[in-house]
């Protein structure tokens, strides 16, 4: 070998595919709900030829559309490392409150204040993000885990929610409210307007915003957020307040597209919610996915509910294999986070 001559590097080649395999572990959380996706839409469209219609996709798109604007608010709050378990609740409360202060029929047994339809949305938007200060103030200023403060503020809602209807179920709402609720435009659905608009601006602010970016800083290293001088506690309590707004709009729109207002209307959407955001591929750990991640849980929840029908699968059949999907999910999250982990090592 003459002087000076380089010898070519035999690992280079090794690297590279190194380098591939690295990128698909690192990316598995968001590859494996998309591949989800694709397959469960395959199957049901071979499985049932009204699955895949023109028509059945608006009734996809509406079926989830309470359940986006919710996860809005929660992907704010997951991303932060943290966990909202009121939100269904806040959402159920809010509804029934936005009934409460609107003019009811006769035959309609609660003892009510009716109050000007704007006033009604304002007082119900005004309690739902009062629950949401109290979550955040029993987290960053009381210190008690979110976990912890968020199942008590569930039963605290849920106490409203019976305080106000007392087991009666109200049915009017503020005309604007019906109308995005359960009205349509050129054919579209307001409500699956509403969803896209909120999932849209849920996505600006986390994308191009100087909070979004605090968001998946606090999410993804809470102290190194800290030493960087960035007011931790403000932006946790910010997405508390955010993640029961959300809620509460869920919740108004909600009981005007089932068309009543009645306690426990909305408890399948905690884990519905929860479940789009996780099963969208948002890291349970903090500080990776995003509104992205939670549209394509949304889709993966909403096509296989909806295909489970159009295949006349039994109910409780039904449930198990969303239950299994989901753990599925969480599976994928911890083991990603754990690659994750071992290649920082």
């Known amino acids: 070998m003459a002087h000076g001559e380089t010898v070519p590097m035999p690992e280079a080649q090794p690297r590279r595919a190194g380098g ?3 990128l698909l572990r690192t990316q598995m959380r968001n590859i494996a709900p998309f591949l989800t996706l694709i397959f ?3 199957f049901f469209a ?8 023109l028509d059945n996709v608006g009734n996809i798109l509406t079926q989830v559309s309470v359940t986006g604007i919710i996860a809005v608010g929660l992907t704010f709050v997951i991303l932060c490392a943290e966990i909202d378990l009121s939100i ?5 409360v809010t509804g029934i409150a936005v009934a409460y202060f609107t003019l009811q029929e006769s035959y309609v047994n609660i003892a009510n204040l009716p109050m000007p339809g704007f006033a009604a949305i304002l007082l119900a938007l005004a309690l739902c993000a009062l629950l949401g200060v109290v979550n955040a103030f029993g987290l960053t200023v009381i210190g008690i885990p979110s976990f912890i403060m968020t199942l008590a503020m569930m039963q605290i809602a849920a106490g409203i929610s019976a305080m106000l209807v007392r087991g009666q179920i109200a049915y009017k709402v503020p005309p604007i409210i019906t109308t995005l609720g359960s009205g349509s435009i050129a054919g579209v659905p307001w409500i699956v307007i509403v969803a896209a608009l909120m999932l849209l601006l849920g996505h600006l602010v986390l994308t191009y915003t100087r909070f979004g970016r605090y968001v ?11 030493y960087s001088g960035l007011n931790v506690k403000l932006i946790l309590g910010s997405v508390m307040v955010i993640s029961a707004v959300c809620s509460g709009i869920g919740g108004m729109l909600g009981v005007a597209h089932f068309g009543s207002a009645q306690q426990n209307e909305f408890d399948t959407y905690l884990l519905d919610s929860i479940a789009a955001v996780v099963v969208g ?44 999907i989901l753990l599925a999910a969480l599976v994928i999250n911890v083991y990603a986070q754990r690659l994750r982990a071992k290649a920082a090592d």
């Open 20 to 22: 591939v395999a690295a």
């Open 40 to 42: 469960l839409t395959a």
């Open 46 to 53: 071979i499985a049932s030829p009204s699955f895949a219609t």
């Open 88 to 92: 269904a609740a806040i959402a159920n």
């Open 216 to 226: 998946y800083m606090v999410g993804g290293n809470r102290e190194a957020a800290e």
């Open 281 to 324: 591929g948002t890291s349970l750990f903090g500080g990776r996915g995003g509104i992205g991640n939670t549209i394509v849980g949304l889709f993966v929840l909403g096509v296989l509910n909806n295909g489970l029908d159009h295949v006349n699968i039994d109910s409780f059949l039904k449930i198990l294999i969303r239950g299994l």
